[in-house]
């Protein structure tokens, strides 16, 4: 079983920038695929980013696609989440996930290709 964390969020001004941090516990992230989605009141719960087990494949959801970065630390059992030029329309509740499988090749854009999840992590970018 693991356990996901979230932190990192907050209150920003648009335009500006964030960076959120998901822990792991339990056991090692390192040979599993993890994701970020966020949740917007009303809305469903949307892909944000995701990565592969060892860092070497992305994927971006478009509307976050060049403000966003993905990023592991497979050492540290920590994922991040840098974000920059923040919009009102970037304001959710961020959800860290991950693979009960391992060694995936192309991390999921879909929430059902995820196992575990973080109880998420409020972030407010006003105008």
């Known amino acids: 079983q693991v356990q996901l964390a979230e932190s990192g969020g907050g209150l920003v001004q648009a335009g500006g920038s964030l960076r959120l941090s998901c822990a792991a516990s339990g056991r090692s992230i390192s040979t599993s695929n993890m994701g970020w989605f966020r949740q917007a009141p009303g809305k469903a719960r949307e892909f944000v980013a995701a990565?592969?087990?060892?860092?070497?494949?992305?994927q971006y959801g478009d509307s976050v696609k060049g403000r966003f970065t993905i990023s592991r630390d497979n050492a540290k059992n920590t994922m991040d989440l840098q974000m920059n030029t923040l919009k009102p329309d970037d304001t959710a509740v961020y959800y860290c996930?991950?693979?009960?499988?391992?060694?995936?090749?192309?991390?999921?854009?879909?929430?059902?290709?995820?196992?575990?999840w973080g109880q998420g992590t409020q972030v407010t970018v006003s105008t």
């Open positions: 990565i592969s087990w060892s860092g070497g494949r992305t």
């Open positions: 996930a991950s693979s009960r499988a391992t060694f995936g090749f192309t991390p999921s854009t879909a929430r059902e290709g995820y196992d575990y």
